[in-house]
């Protein structure tokens, strides 16, 4: 799956789609690492978003048989899992609770040159973590303009962000 994603562009999409729906995606443990692995090039690779959200569409019917050691005896569906792994992401606000210990370590810290490499390190994890915030965000709006993501869900997302 990692092999076909990094050839994924718009261009070589046809093909490679094809190549995904092929895999043996037999299982809800395979099905949630193909959903984790597209779920992080979408955020990583920006620029593709559109793309994997593309993919994320065709992929979107797919469903396989739950595990019932796991308790899951039913169904597991694609864009459901999908849809609440977006959604997961999104409420996770690691940012504000991230700034606020760094903030304090920082505050506490006396040493000049200690105190420099926290700081560097504050900035390097805060720019991290709102890339991938930006990231989650442009790949949901994707996902909704393909119909995979309801209005009701994307007017939550929405107030939360205002």
Same mark, same amino acid.
């Given at each position: ?84 792994? /977006?959604?997961?992401?999104? $409420? %996770?606000? #690691? @940012?504000?609770?991230? *700034?606020?210990? !760094? &903030?304090?370590? +920082?505050?506490? /810290?006396?040493?000049?040159? $200690? %105190?420099? #490499? @926290?700081?560097?390190? *504050?900035?390097? !994890? &805060?720019?991290? +973590? ?7 965000? %442009? ?24």
């Amino acid at each position: 799956m990692k092999a076909i994603l990094n050839k994924l562009t718009p261009e070589k999409f046809e093909k490679l789609s094809g190549q995904v729906t092929e895999l043996a995606i037999d299982n809800s443990e395979r099905l949630t690492a193909v959903i984790d692995i597209i779920f992080e090039k979408a955020i990583d690779e920006q620029t593709y978003s559109s793309t994997y959200a593309q993919l994320c569409s065709v992929l979107s019917q797919m469903s396989v048989q739950g595990d019932a050691s796991n308790g899951e005896d039913s169904e597991v569906v694609f864009s459901k899992l999908l849809v609440k792994k /977006c959604r997961t992401e999104f $409420q %996770k606000n #690691n @940012l504000e609770e991230f *700034l606020a210990k !760094k &903030e304090s370590e +920082l505050s506490e /810290c006396t040493d000049p040159e $200690q %105190k420099q #490499n @926290l700081k560097m390190e *504050l900035d390097f !994890k &805060e720019n991290k +973590l709102r890339k991938r915030s930006v990231g989650n965000i %442009k790949f949901i709006g994707e996902l909704y303009k393909l119909n995979i993501l309801l209005a009701s869900t994307m007017m939550h997302i929405v107030g939360t962000l205002l």
